[in-house]
Nanobody
């Protein structure tokens, strides 16, 4: 599975950005992770094919929304009320199979990764 992420950029605090990720074929679980300079890659959000169940890191709940278009094999991340601490490289990830709920936020649950797109939030 190949993943192509896009949509990163520079935005002021309080602003919005929308990230998109296109998969080369259907994957049952897709997610977004991010990695800030000097930090570990961390979970942001995930969505399952079946039922469209969504999961979020506490740090982004209420501000970010993950959605997918199953017909197009794409997943989007709408990011609102951005904060400087959201600055990171954002990575799209996918697992061809359904990931169980408790594992949706675990990095090793995902087999395929996109190239990353940089999001910079200025204060």
């Amino acid at each position: 599975v190949q993943l192509q992420a896009s949509g990163g950029g520079l935005v002021q605090a309080g602003g919005s950005l929308r990230l998109s990720c296109a998969a080369s074929r259907r994957t049952l679980t897709m997610g977004w992770f991010r990695q800030a300079p000097g930090k570990e890659r961390e979970f942001v959000a995930a969505i399952r094919w079946s039922g469209g169940n969504t999961y979020y890191a506490d740090s982004v709940k209420g501000r970010f929304t993950i959605s997918r278009d199953n017909a197009k094999n794409t997943v989007d991340l709408q990011m609102n009320s951005l904060k400087p601490e959201d600055t990171a490289v954002y990575y799209c990830a996918a697992n061809p199979n359904q990931v169980i709920v408790s594992m949706a936020s675990v990095r090793n649950s995902y087999d395929y990764w996109g190239q990353g797109t940089l999001v910079t939030v200025s204060s």
